[in-house]
């Protein structure tokens, strides 16, 4: 069996034993992965050189080999707070207002790639299997195919996939979407981002989908599948009945003074929808005074990528609507929102969760969203909290016993809030038995082990039939790779497809 060589933008190196639980559920279960197959962690370090050198830093920690290398300042401001930041950031949750196209972001996008080829390249051995992750990474294939490696490579998407009218704003998009697939599976948070994919794939690539969503592509096979990740549910179920959360839920539970608590925990990013989750929130409070001089909401946000603009305003935005909605209902006594801009650790997150009766997770489009499962895993199953979610969460296929929301409407995510205050307990519970169940199940150690199954595939046979056309070497202009027939046929989306997350 081939070792696992994992590659991301950032690595996350094992803590030193004992220590593990300080670190994220997606770190902890790809760490498990590369202990029990062996093999690298490989990615930038996150630190700056003067100039380039691929130098590699080896470390191995708790059973886990790291592999990272430094960026050029230029490098991470085109490829990292550029095009993956600016660009792809944004076009993948659907915000072309605010995607920049510059092309020196293109180039930067696509230099680091090379560099993370030429450096990870001597790494890999014949049999290992290659994943890669999420959207800074998605030429790396077709960069290390023409460097020569034939072993089977993998690419899970952690964002969700943009509809094809919204792609196609993107400059070379065929080019980018084409060397995507030189890999061997790709992988997405749920079928509607599958779905998309493929429709691209059909219509502007001119490809032929087969029944089992695989594609046909230059003499080989390339699986396309939903892969919903998942939280590590039995650390969280620990961390959430240890010392530590069990502290930090009596603290938060005393502060408030018997009101009911509303959370929140999100990185500060637009994608979010925190600006509309106040909105709603200030709603709820004008038009519901006697439930809201009853509750609080804490919304938990520790700032992230504060070098890119859209960032630094969203902030702002937010500092703007939590000051004007607490002048508004506070007294002196009590004040309706409390906004945290920090990180915590693990456990004491999981000690907040258990003592909110609402988790309040309005993103306007998220890949997947792993606060909505940490929030249901935490809970007290005799006396459970609501979970109000966005409907364009990725998460929303498996949590549909949640109450779902559209985030834009404020009316509608106010009501909501009226609804899960006054929820009866039976209901509660009932809700919560369900969702806990497809958590779960649905953990990331099924999450990976599909992945990593899908990745050793089954013998890579012929195709059953030759690709439907051939792509140009540099797509650069996009009707040749139009192809009017494809188009009119029904697509991948209009058929029932085996949706994973079901
Ligand atoms: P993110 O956009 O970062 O991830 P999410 O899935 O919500 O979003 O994960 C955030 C993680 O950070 C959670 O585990 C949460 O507990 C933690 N976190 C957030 N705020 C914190 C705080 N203040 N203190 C401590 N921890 C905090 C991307 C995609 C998602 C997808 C994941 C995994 O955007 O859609 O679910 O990858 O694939």
Redesign the pocket.
């Given at each position: 069996m081939g070792r696992l060589i994992v590659i991301s933008n950032r690595v996350s190196v094992p803590k030193a034993a004992g220590a593990a639980g300080a670190q994220?559920?997606?770190a902890v279960a790809l760490n498990s992965a590369l202990r029990e197959h062996g093999g690298i962690w490989f990615g930038w370090s996150g630190q700056e050189t003067e100039e380039f050198t691929g130098h590699l830093d080896m470390q191995r920690n708790d059973g886990v080999t790291t592999a990272t290398i430094d960026l050029e300042p230029q490098d991470i401001e085109e490829y990292y707070n550029g095009y993956a930041n600016r660009t792809l950031w944004p076009l993948f949750h659907y915000r072309i207002d605010l995607t920049e196209y510059d092309r020196n972001f293109g180039e930067g996008y696509e230099r680091v790639n090379e560099r993370f080829a030429d450096s990870v390249l001597p790494l890999i051995e014949s049999d290992d299997l290659v994943w890669v992750h999420d959207y800074h990474l998605l030429p790396l294939g077709s960069l290390l195919r023409r460097k020569g490696v034939k072993n089977r490579m993998g690419l899970f998407l952690?964002?969700p996939w943009p509809p094809t009218r919204l792609l196609v704003s993107l400059p070379l998009h065929e080019r980018l979407v084409a060397s995507m697939l030189e890999f061997d599976v790709i992988g997405f948070?749920n079928v509607e981002w599958l779905e998309s994919f493929l429709h691209y794939v059909q219509k502007e690539l001119g490809l032929t989908v087969n029944p089992d969503n695989s594609i046909d592509y230059q003499g080989r096979r390339v699986v396309a599948r939903a892969f919903p990740?998942g939280?590590d549910y039995e650390e969280f179920v620990e961390a959430a009945g240890g010392a530590e959360a069990r502290a930090a839920h009596d603290r938060l539970k005393q502060s408030v003074r018997g009101r009911k608590i509303l959370i929140g925990?999100?990185?500060l990013?637009y994608?979010k929808g925190l600006g509309e989750r106040f909105e709603a929130y200030g709603r709820f409070l004008a038009d519901n005074p006697e439930l809201a001089a009853r509750a609080v909401l804490l919304q938990?946000?520790?700032p992230s990528r504060e070098d890119v603009a859209s960032y630094q305003q969203i902030r702002e935005d937010l500092e703007r609507k939590t000051g004007h909605i607490n002048g508004a209902h506070a007294d002196v006594a009590f004040v309706p929102i409390r906004y945290v801009n920090?990180?915590?650790?693990?456990d004491q997150?999981a000690g907040f969760y258990r003592a909110a009766d609402i988790g309040l997770v309005t993103p306007l489009r998220?890949?997947?969203?792993?606060?909505a499962k940490?929030y249901v895993a935490a809970q007290d199953p005799e006396d459970p909290g609501v979970l109000i979610l966005s409907q364009f969460a990725?998460a929303a296929h498996q949590m549909k016993d949640a109450l779902l929301v559209n985030p834009h409407s404020i009316e509608h995510v106010s009501e909501a809030i009226k609804r899960a205050l006054e929820m009866p307990l039976a209901e509660r519970r009932e809700r919560h038995a369900r969702l806990l169940a497809s958590v779960r199940e649905n953990d990331v150690r099924r999450w990976r082990e599909d992945f990593v199954e899908a990745l050793f595939g089954p013998p890579v046979g012929p195709p059953a039939e030759p690709p439907a056309m051939p792509l140009p070497a540099k797509a650069g202009n996009p009707a040749e790779a139009e192809n009017p027939a494809e188009a009119e046929k029904p697509t991948e989306a209009e058929k029932p497809a085996q949706d994973q997350t079901a």
């Open positions: 994220g559920g997606l952690h964002t948070q990740i939280i925990v999100d990185r990013d994608s938990i946000a520790p920090r990180g915590y650790p693990r997150l998220d890949g997947m969203n792993l606060v940490e990725g």
